[in-house]
């Protein structure tokens, strides 16, 4: 259930720097983009601010398309997810003082907190602790499923290196899709897993629910990271009934969710950037 305000406990959970904290925004094609930006906190009961120090293609977007989803997962294991506007960005005041004060800003030799974002809270849920059990027995089917979903043609989206990063039990995987309000919202998939270079597959799980609300055909993306933080964001068509891979059988099959990749983009710093489709090299000129 959404609240409309935060209460003292989020403030403080959203406060450390150490963190999982992701914000969906839409593109300039109405697509859904995720990028991990742990300077989420909450300012106050109806407020976000965002600290921006590495240019990314979400505070562009932001600006442009004000609708926003969030999610934060604190170092035990709780989530919060909810939708927010962004509403304005400073280059001074007191928050742009307070996150340059912290440890991994203030004392960093090369750059700082640059600009501070303002978003006006619209909705939140949680505290809700992740439900292990049910994330291990929808990895374990999605494990058994996947090598049966892999289509017979596809472009080679995800390169090889990347794989494991999606695919290690201890990937943290969240998918987002816009909701029928035209907010961009965010799911954990925990249990997702490649089904070849051009396809990522998952067994609904614990949050089956919310993922039974995506139309079939809708354009969605995952964004996938582990420990290490080396990250990606990959994008693509959603389907509850995927066709069947070339060692597939209905059975086989059965139950599963897949995404067919058409995008994929290096989410992690220093230097982000889209990898497929592949752009043509460009000359370096002097301006």
């Given at each position: 259930m ?6 003292e406990?989020?403030?403080a959970?959203?406060?450390p ?19 991990l930006?742990?300077t ?8 976000l ?14 600006k442009?398309?004000p609708a926003?989803g ?14 927010a ?8 005041g007191p928050e ?16 700082g907190?640059n ?17 292990m ?15 049966f ?7 080679p ?38 089904a070849?270079?051009s396809?990522i597959?998952?067994?609904?799980g ?10 079939e055909g809708a ?23 995927p ?9 086989a ?10 995008f ?24």
């Amino acid at each position: 259930m959404l609240r409309n305000n935060f209460d003292e406990a989020d403030i403080a959970a959203f406060e450390p720097a150490e963190k999982v904290a992701l914000v969906a925004t839409i593109n300039d094609e109405g697509e859904p983009h995720v990028s991990l930006l742990t300077t989420l906190s909450a300012l106050g009961k109806n407020e976000l601010t965002i600290g921006e120090f590495s240019r990314g293609l979400s505070k562009g977007f932001m600006k442009r398309r004000p609708a926003v989803g969030f999610l934060m997962m604190s170092l035990d294991r709780r989530l919060w997810r909810g939708q927010a506007r962004w509403k304005r960005s400073a280059k001074e005041g007191p928050e742009y003082v307070r996150y340059n004060k912290q440890p991994m800003f203030r004392y960093n030799s090369y750059f700082g907190i640059n600009t501070v974002h303002y978003l006006d809270l619209v909705g939140v849920e949680g505290p809700e602790a992740l439900p292990m059990a049910g994330i291990v027995a929808a990895s374990l089917a999605t494990a058994l499923k996947a090598p049966f979903a892999r289509p017979a043609l596809g472009n080679p989206v995800l390169p090889a290196f990347l794989i494991p990063i999606l695919d290690a039990l201890d990937s943290l995987n969240f998918l987002s899709f816009i909701d029928e309000e035209g907010f961009p919202r965010l799911v954990p998939v925990l249990q997702a897993r490649s089904a070849g270079p051009s396809r990522i597959v998952f067994t609904p799980g614990p949050w089956g629910a919310e993922l039974g609300s995506i139309l079939e055909g809708a354009k969605v993306a995952l964004f996938s990271m582990n420990l290490k933080m080396e990250s990606f964001l990959a994008r693509g068509l959603y389907s509850s009934r995927p066709d069947r891979g070339a060692a597939g059988t209905r059975r086989a099959c059965r139950g599963l969710a897949c995404i067919d990749l058409d995008f994929l983009y290096d989410s992690a710093p220093p230097l982000h950037g889209q990898v497929w489709p592949p752009r043509p090299l460009e000359a370096v000129v002097e301006a």
